[in-house]
């Protein structure tokens, strides 16, 4: 059974739909997090779960009791806010404490609990110090430690990161994925970061327009994405418009793709076909594979990202991205002929309606 | 050991003042502070109507002004009345602007616009208005009506602050922040949004202190001589012995100057605190 259950979770603001029949169950000790665009209404959800806003619809289970109408004091779940949320007039000490003295624990073992968690988050010698003496970073360890010192039943962190460097970014949700492995925490994480989501989550939660797209594994979002949402949400994705030709074929404009799976789409449905540009070979020589997408191209930009460069592929008129690195490509250089190549089972297939 | 405030004292752009500049400075300075000045002298002088300076000095008016029977009790009535006021102020204004800020947020440009309508009624007009309505014991021209009128009156100097204290510090998520680690929310309002808001509970205090300590047309007109407050004495010297009054004034200013200086100390002392303590330790 599921320890945080989420049933048909519905809320609306003045008759926009924020949140719409949300379901989900998250295991005792997974961290799962909400992926989407701003507005998607994932922070909607979590504030939910943490007790600030009414559901319009729905239950909420903790542990399989209805938490529904408890009041957020009272549902022992911690949260980590994107602005921090320290208390200014407090030192991290009192800051760390407060959630203690609120369960009115002895001195002794406040003290002890306190400097625990400063340990866990690296921070035990701030102990002093005052919220505004901390870089951003800081804050938001302590902020984590304030959050896990009262030893709550679940976690939730509303995007913690955004407000950082993308170096501390990275370091820090580390950090968390450490730290919530090590006490095995329930913890649901909300972010508009894909590679965030990705890198941390056991289950990542897809929303979109309030709407949950897909829940998976990190993997199964990126690999098969069922939505063509999830499929251009997540990482970039190459489209190509087609029909359906027989049980392997999509039929372009210039070209035909074989696909591995068709998804049940019948012959002459529109559909939309998708590539990311890292699964494609890039070949100066026209290759020989058998089975496999081989189309010709020219070069028509390359932009370097570092551990990988980019080109920018002309097929018959249609922009293709395609990934490659320095160590398995011979150079390329600009307006030369290339043929990319791919396999069947590069290739997604999704509804072109949809989304 | 080191000076930290060194550096503030410097002119911020190391350019030293024109000449005009230093003439509307003394200009705004001789404006302000003229009438003070030569009240408190003529408050120490003999006869001051043929000469420039005074023909002589003397400190007869401050001996009779303290002689004077009321003098002890309209002071005292003054500092019920003003910190009565306080108190009052406090109690209806913090909670409801907190509110405002955190849960009724659409409410708060009709709370801004409702605190300008103080400043729209006369004085006279909003006394008389009172008396008439609450004329039936035991408010009736009573301390507590007056107490009642004056928060009214001096509200948009405790609202002020004390607003502009909650928005500076994202009430609602540090109220989040208290909620979602146990307190509730007196514990809230207590231990995290009061103490942050404090500078600015501290200096609508001193607004409101000065307005009402020195408020003479709702006092006279809701309870006169019932319940006498030091303006009511000053007034009604200025009528007997302007040098007497002269003296109450200076009385007056003293006392508004020394409870300035008191809360403002406070105010920094609250907010010094967190550097001291990490410097002694």
């Known amino acids: 059974m599921a320890y ?4 048909n979770v519905n809320k609306s603001f003045s008759g926009v739909v924020a949140v719409h029949d949300f379901n989900l169950e998250i295991d005792k000790g997974s961290l799962v997090s909400f992926l989407g665009p701003s507005g998607c209404g994932k922070t909607t959800t979590l504030r939910m779960i943490a007790g600030f806003g009414h559901l319009d619809q729905g239950t909420i289970e903790l542990d399989g009791a209805d938490i529904t109408a408890v009041p957020p004091n009272q549902r022992d779940i911690g949260m980590v806010f994107q602005a921090y949320a320290l208390f200014p007039n407090m030192t991290v000490r009192g800051n760390v404490a407060f959630g203690l003295l609120m369960k009115k624990m002895p001195k002794r073992e406040i003290d002890q609990r306190v400097d625990n968690v400063l340990e866990m988050v690296r921070l035990q010698d701030a102990a002093k110090r005052f919220p505004h003496q901390l870089s951003g970073g800081q804050q938001q360890r302590i902020a984590l430690a304030r959050a896990l010192a009262v030893q709550p039943r679940v976690l939730l962190l509303d995007e913690p990161l955004s407000a950082l460097d993308a170096e501390v970014r990275v370091v820090l949700r580390g950090e968390i994925r450490r730290i919530q492995s090590e006490l095995a925490i329930t913890t649901v994480y909300v972010t508009h970061d894909q590679e965030e989501a990705l890198s941390i989550s056991d289950k990542v939660v897809v929303m979109n327009k309030g709407v949950i797209e897909q829940i998976g594994i990190p ?11 999830v499929a251009t949400f997540i990482g970039t994705a190459n489209q190509f418009l087609g029909k359906v030709s027989g049980i392997d074929t999509v039929i372009c404009n210039h070209f035909n793709l074989l696909v591995d799976d068709m998804k049940g789409f019948n012959d002459g449905h ?14 100066p020589d026209q290759p020989q594979h058998d089975g496999w997408n081989i189309i010709p191209g020219e070069v028509e930009t390359i932009t370097f990202h570092g551990a990988v460069t980019r080109l920018g592929v002309n097929l018959h008129g249609q922009r293709v991205a395609a990934d490659i690195t320095v160590a398995n490509t011979k150079p390329i250089s600009l307006n030369q002929k290339i043929w990319l190549l791919f396999p069947p089972d590069a290739c997604q297939v999704m509804d072109v309606d949809e989304g | 050991m080191k000076n930290p405030r060194k550096p503030e004292r410097e002119t911020k752009t190391g350019v030293r003042p024109a000449g005009w500049q230093i003439l509307f400075i003394a200009l705004f300075l001789a404006y302000m502070l003229l009438p003070i000045v030569s009240t408190y002298v003529f408050s120490v002088a003999t006869r001051w109507d043929r000469t420039i300076l005074p023909e002589g000095y003397t400190i007869e008016f401050y001996i009779r002004a303290f002689q004077t ?3 002890i009790s309209t002071l005292r009535n003054s500092l019920i009345l003003s910190v009565a006021t306080i108190l009052v102020s406090l109690i209806v204004i913090v909670p409801t602007v907190y509110w405002v800020h955190t849960r009724l947020t659409g409410f708060k440009p009709f709370l801004d616009l409702l605190m300008i309508l103080p400043f729209g009624i006369p004085t006279v007009v909003l006394a008389l208005a009172l008396v008439q309505i609450y004329n039936v014991p035991p408010l009736a021209r009573s301390p507590i009506l007056l107490i009642g009128a004056v928060v009214v009156y001096s509200m948009p100097f405790m609202y002020r602050p004390v607003s502009n204290a909650l928005q500076a510090i994202d009430a609602l998520t540090l109220t989040e922040a208290g909620q979602s680690l146990g307190a509730n929310v007196f514990q809230v309002l207590s231990k995290i949004i009061i103490p942050n808001i404090l500078p600015g509970i501290l200096s609508g205090s001193l607004l409101v202190f000065s307005t009402v300590f020195a408020e003479y047309t709702l006092t006279s007109l809701i309870v006169g001589a019932r319940f006498k407050t030091f303006p009511l004495l000053l007034v009604e010297y200025t009528r007997i012995n302007g040098n007497i009054a002269a003296a109450f004034s200076v009385v007056s200013f003293t006392i508004a100057w020394l409870v300035s200086i008191l809360i ?3 105010g920094s002392k609250g907010e010094n605190a967190p550097a001291e303590t990490i410097q002694a330790r």
């Open chain 1, 4 to 7: 945080l259950d989420l049933k």
């Open chain 1, 219 to 229: 993997e199964e979002i990126y690999r098969a994405p069922k939505t063509h949402f």
């Open chain 1, 270 to 283: 529109r559909v939309v076909v998708l590539v990311r540009p890292e699964i494609i070979h890039v070949e």
């Open chain 2, 69 to 71: 029977s009321y003098f």
């Open chain 2, 264 to 266: 403002l100390w406070v």
